[in-house]
């Protein structure tokens, strides 16, 4: 065919590929943080991260005092149990929470304005301490009420408040992150961007750099009143904004209708709410969270093994299904958290890194794996070495690779 034949093909298709470069721009060549702990602004200080982390630490050699005692209460294969122990300690002294939110919503409810005042700016100081002395956790931010009729000024208040604190420190840092709780609406999203463009002209933030996610726990949120899903749009709406899709567990279930007693991550209303979040999200670089439990591992430890096992059973089931996020409530569901995200990357490691290293020497691993299959592989691998599970030492003699490799593998961009 001629040349005029593909450049009238090229004309033709221009506006479609611009679309698509637009909406779908793939990974945004950043950490996912593997939970986000929620804790009620007036109970979060300078000292809560530390508080949590020895908690955890507690919670573990109480409970689960050993690599071969925690096996025991958590199926643990005894080929991964001593290496998950060790990595699970060292990761609750090094990093015990990779994403905090300080709760202004449902973990905190109403109170009268000067008290709320109050604690959105104490609140922020003890923040701007973690992050002066290098010990905040990697991601950070608040969680603001909705910005339905009701609770419209005072979470766009608590906003202003807190983030001014920061910005007169310089603290605000690019791992602050907003949530924006009980969305209902397309609109609501683009409001928020005119909140978000107020207050970095008001504070002198260089705009757009306040980022949000998107709790959704609202029937609204996952169907509209035109039979569509607004999430695609509402990402759209964000300008560029939105950097997560939070499944809200039980405000989205109890609206439904579903019985308390059967409010979990695993209801099918609560599954199919996620795989519509995880369309809508697919090639944004919009990441996107699952829920949490509330059975909460304290008592006797007959209850914490108890919701230990629960725990560590959703935690790998979301993982299985692609959702590498979850929240988390209590410091004891640290060693949980940690313990089953380390199996599902240990245990996976070799079959992935030899597949890997199949794909790129050329030779046979059993599989015929694809360029988008090879990415998921080397994702899985790099997931593994962000959080702790893998060392990067592990990649050259699994793999013959370094990280930067691994990370072209997985179709991310490096950032400078």
Same mark, same amino acid.
């Not at 608590?158 to 603290?171: I, K, Q």
């Given at each position: 065919m001629e040349d005029a034949f593909f450049a009238e093909l090229d004309r033709q298709l221009a506006p479609a590929d611009a679309v698509l470069t637009s909406l779908y721009p793939g990974d945004r060549g950043v950490r996912q943080p593997i939970h986000t702990v929620y804790v009620p602004a007036d109970r979060f200080?300078?000292?809560?991260?530390?508080?949590?982390?020895?908690?955890?630490?507690?919670?573990?050699?109480?409970?689960?005092?050993? *690599? $071969?005692?925690? *096996?025991?209460?958590?199926?643990?294969?005894?080929?991964?149990?001593?290496? &998950?122990?060790?990595?699970?300690?060292?990761?609750?002294?090094?990093?015990?929470?990779?994403?905090?939110?300080?709760?202004?919503? $449902?973990? @905190?409810?109403?109170?009268? $304005?000067?008290?709320?005042?109050a604690a959105a700016i104490g609140a922020a100081r003890a923040l701007t301490k973690l992050v002066h002395a290098g010990t905040a956790p990697p991601y950070h931010g608040l969680r603001i009420k909705s910005l339905e009729p009701p609770s419209r000024r005072?979470?766009?208040?608590?906003?202003?408040?807190?983030?001014?604190?920061?910005?007169?420190?310089?603290? &605000?840092t690019d791992g602050f992150v907003i949530t924006l709780a009980k969305v209902t609406s397309v609109e609501q999203i683009a409001a928020m961007v005119v909140v978000l463009d107020a207050i970095e002209w008001q504070h002198r933030i260089p705009q757009g750099t306040l980022k949000f996610e998107i709790q959704v726990e609202t029937p609204q949120a996952i169907l509209a009143s035109d039979g569509?899903?607004?999430?695609?749009?509402?990402?759209?709406?964000?300008?560029?904004? %939105?950097?997560?899709?939070? @499944?809200?567990? @039980? $405000?989205?279930?109890?609206?439904?209708? %579903?019985? *308390? *007693?059967y409010q979990s991550m695993e209801h099918p209303v609560a599954d199919h709410a996620k795989d519509v979040m995880q369309l809508a999200a697919a090639g944004t670089g919009v990441f996107v969270c699952d829920g949490s439990t509330n059975v909460l591992p304290i008592g006797d430890s007959h209850q914490v093994h108890a919701a230990w096992q629960l725990h560590k059973r959703l935690v790998l089931r979301s993982l299985v299904r692609g959702i590498y996020q979850g929240w988390d409530m209590h410091p004891a569901q640290l060693p949980s958290r940690y313990v089953a995200t380390y199996l599902f990357y240990r245990e996976g490691l070799e079959t992935a890194a030899a597949r890997l290293r199949a794909y790129v020497e050329g030779g046979d691993s059993g599989y015929l794996d694809e360029p988008a299959t090879a990415a998921a592989l080397a994702g899985f691998v790099l997931r593994g070495v962000e959080c702790g599970a893998v060392d990067p030492a592990e990649l050259d003699r699994l793999i013959g690779v370094d990280a930067a490799s691994l990370a072209k593998l997985a179709r991310r961009p490096l950032r400078s």
């Open positions: 200080d300078a000292s809560t991260v530390t508080e949590w982390a020895t908690e955890a630490r507690a919670a573990l050699d109480q409970h689960g005092g050993s *690599a $071969d005692e925690l *096996a025991g209460i958590l199926g643990l294969p005894s080929a991964h149990a001593a290496e &998950v122990y060790d990595r699970v300690r060292a990761k609750l002294e090094r990093e015990p929470i990779e994403d905090l939110r300080i709760d202004f919503e $449902d973990g @905190y409810g109403i109170r009268p $304005d000067e008290q709320e005042d005072r979470g766009v208040r608590t906003l202003d408040l807190f983030v001014g604190e920061l910005a007169r420190a310089e603290a &605000v569509t899903t607004p999430l695609p749009n509402m990402i759209q709406a964000a300008a560029g904004r %939105v950097t997560g899709l939070h @499944y809200g567990t @039980y $405000d989205y279930s109890a609206s439904l209708g %579903v019985a *308390a *007693a």
